[in-house]
């Protein structure tokens, strides 16, 4: 991906040189035809389309800005409570994602969710060991929070 990075930024300045114009419409002329040159070839090189890379790190991060606002909401309505009614506890997690890069950005991005911290990552690493301020009868809607990170994280680093 850095390298497909470089070269549209080459071929952009490279068109800014033929066009004999040094301005930023002109730049950004030659990225978007760079951008097409790195799509045509897409087949002929060794990692995939960087865009679709790029499209998917926005959309890992707007998953980590909603699970934020709603996870802050929540414990924002426990913490106003006059008396507080919560059930803190530890809980695992398991999880299909493998390497240290996504186990790791999988656990940072729990622990960053108002509520819940990683307490440990199992030896394997397919399992995680949360303590969560409130843990609700059934865990289906942790579970599919985590799931949505980990589809997320999977679409980034795969």
């Not at 990225?31 to 790195?38: E, M």
């Not at 394997?124 to 409130?134: F, G």
Request: glycine fraction near 4%.
């Amino acid at each position: 991906m850095p390298m497909q990075v470089l070269i549209n930024l080459l071929i952009g300045v490279i068109w800014m040189f033929l066009q004999d114009d040094w301005s930023v419409l002109t730049f950004f002329s030659g990225y978007l035809f760079g951008l097409l040159v790195l799509f045509i070839l897409r087949k002929y090189l060794p990692t995939k389309f960087y865009l679709v890379t790029l499209l998917a790190i926005v959309q890992l991060f707007l998953v980590f800005i909603y699970e934020l606002f709603t996870s802050s909401i929540l414990v924002i309505r426990q913490i106003l409570r006059p008396r507080i009614n919560i059930t803190p506890g530890i809980f695992t997690l398991e999880t299909e994602l493998e390497g240290d890069l996504e186990v790791t950005l999988l656990a940072l991005l729990l622990t960053l969710t108002p509520g819940s911290v990683v307490v440990e990552v199992s030896e394997d690493s397919k399992r995680y060991y949360i303590h969560a301020m409130d843990i609700p009868a059934s865990s289906d809607a942790v579970l599919a929070s985590t799931k949505k990170f980990e589809k997320a994280i999977k679409k980034v680093t795969r």
